[in-house]
């Protein structure tokens, strides 16, 4: 008879403990994963170094922003003011001109905007003809790669009292006489987001249907077999699956509402709509570039950054309250 001997209690909780490995072991362990992605480590440490160049590297002339500099002088020889410009800033007689217009539009896009690509993806994902839903989806991204330049001037051309947009709405009777629409500062909000939402649609919803692909088939099964129909599978399985993809959306385009589209309303601003087109980034373009006041735009732009990553962190935090998913 064979007979086995137990180990003490001690000897097999230290047989199960595994050994945590040295630095040394660590350090081979991925000079070994570099060694073996050499081509791609390659080509990611392009992307690394055009990031610090580009990215970092100009950082450095954020401290103009706290300093009283010109052309003439080196950065360091410039006078240190302090936090001059930031109250110079908030006491300018534009600040709540430009900080209205640029929540105004960003909010209106955010509330109007964000869902909308959200909705045409769960409807886009319904069609069962694949050649009607390609034909669809390549029709709707299509504006996309299509410049703002470019479709600034056709926007200007078809919004002028001569313009297409007239006379349509002259042979249905809609308006009386013609206008010129960018001309009247109460319709630059309008023709701002819905030009943005129509250039942006389709190719905003392209994250959301890759996500709605990667839903498992077995869940509409299942919901088929409990008598679900389209809508409810839509309601109570598409969307619940996406919703990691909408947070994490959702919290970087709240951290952006302060950021307005600077080619688009560059291109379709002018002196008569001004009131109504003077955002946060174009005020930093007019004070930077064509008042050469370098040290005030830069404040702005540093206060604007600073509310940025504020609203970021506490969209975040709420988010991951609500339903437990975070970008971090």
Same mark, same amino acid.
């Given at each position: 008879?064979?007979?086995?001997?137990?180990?003490?209690?001690?000897?097999?909780?230290?047989?199960?403990?595994?050994?945590? !490995?040295?630095?040394?072991?660590?350090?081979?362990?991925?000079?070994?994963?570099?060694?073996?992605?050499?081509?791609?480590?390659?080509?990611?440490?392009?992307?690394?170094?055009?990031?610090?160049?580009?990215?970092?590297?100009?950082?450095?002339? #954020?401290?103009?922003?706290?300093?009283?500099?010109?052309?003439?002088?080196?950065?360091?020889?410039?006078?240190?003011?302090?936090?001059?410009?930031?109250?110079?800033?908030?006491?300018?007689?534009?600040?709540?001109?430009?900080?209205?217009?640029?929540?105004?539009?960003?909010?209106?896009?955010? @509330?109007?905007?964000?869902? #909308?690509?959200?909705?045409?993806?769960?409807?886009?994902?319904?069609?069962?003809?694949?050649?009607?839903?390609?034909?669809?989806?390549?029709?709707?991204?299509?504006?996309?790669?299509?410049?703002?330049?470019?479709?600034? &001037?056709?926007?200007?051309?078809?919004? =002028? +009292?001569?313009?297409?947009?007239?006379?349509?709405?002259? &042979?249905?009777?809609?308006?009386?006489? $013609?206008?010129?629409?960018?001309?009247? !500062? +109460?319709?630059?909000?309008?023709?701002?987001?819905?030009?943005?939402?129509?250039?942006?649609?389709?190719?905003?919803?392209?994250?959301?249907?890759?996500?709605?692909? &990667?839903?498992?088939?077995?869940?509409?099964?299942?919901?088929?077999?409990?008598?679900?129909? $389209?809508?409810?599978?839509?309601?109570?399985?598409?969307? !619940?699956? @996406?919703? !990691?993809?909408?947070?994490?959306?959702?919290?970087? =385009?709240?951290?952006?509402?302060?950021?307005?589209?600077? +080619?688009? @309303?560059?291109? #379709? $601003?002018?002196?008569?709509?001004?009131?109504?087109?003077?955002?946060?980034?174009?005020?930093?373009?007019?004070?930077?570039?064509?008042?050469? $006041?370098?040290?005030?735009?830069?404040?702005? &732009?540093?206060?604007?950054?600073?509310?940025?990553?504020?609203?970021?962190?506490? =969209?975040?935090?709420?988010?991951?309250?609500?339903?437990?998913?975070?970008?971090?």
């Amino acid at each position: 008879m064979e007979v086995k001997i137990q180990q003490p209690v001690e000897q097999q909780v230290s047989d199960t403990i595994m050994v945590e !490995p040295t630095k040394k072991e660590k350090f081979k362990k991925i000079k070994k994963t570099i060694i073996s992605q050499k081509y791609l480590q390659t080509m990611a440490l392009f992307g690394v170094v055009w990031m610090f160049i580009f990215n970092y590297i100009p950082m450095y002339g #954020l401290i103009i922003a706290f300093k009283e500099y010109s052309i003439i002088k080196t950065v360091s020889e410039a006078p240190w003011v302090g936090l001059m410009q930031f109250k110079e800033f908030l006491q300018d007689e534009n600040f709540w001109i430009v900080l209205k217009n640029t929540l105004g539009i960003s909010l209106i896009k955010l @509330i109007i905007g964000f869902p #909308l690509p959200i909705i045409f993806a769960l409807l886009l994902n319904e069609l069962t003809s694949m050649k009607l839903k390609k034909a669809v989806q390549t029709i709707s991204y299509l504006p996309h790669f299509i410049s703002w330049v470019v479709l600034g &001037g056709i926007l200007t051309t078809w919004l =002028a +009292d001569i313009g297409v947009i007239n006379d349509i709405l002259l &042979g249905l009777g809609l308006i009386s006489e $013609r206008t010129n629409f960018l001309a009247e !500062p +109460d319709n630059f909000w309008a023709i701002v987001i819905l030009s943005d939402i129509w250039k942006e649609l389709g190719w905003s919803a392209i994250i959301y249907l890759a996500a709605i692909a &990667g839903v498992s088939p077995e869940l509409y099964e299942s919901s088929t077999i409990d008598g679900a129909n $389209r809508f409810q599978k839509m309601w109570h399985v598409t969307l !619940p699956s @996406i919703r !990691p993809t909408i947070t994490i959306l959702f919290i970087l =385009a709240v951290s952006g509402v302060l950021n307005s589209n600077f +080619d688009q @309303i560059l291109i #379709l $601003r002018n002196s008569l709509n001004e009131s109504a087109s003077n955002v946060i980034d174009i005020y930093v373009y007019q004070m930077g570039l064509q008042n050469a $006041r370098y040290s005030y735009a830069t404040a702005v &732009g540093l206060l604007k950054a600073i509310i940025a990553f504020i609203l970021l962190l506490s =969209a975040n935090k709420i988010v991951k309250k609500l339903n437990g998913t975070s970008l971090f």
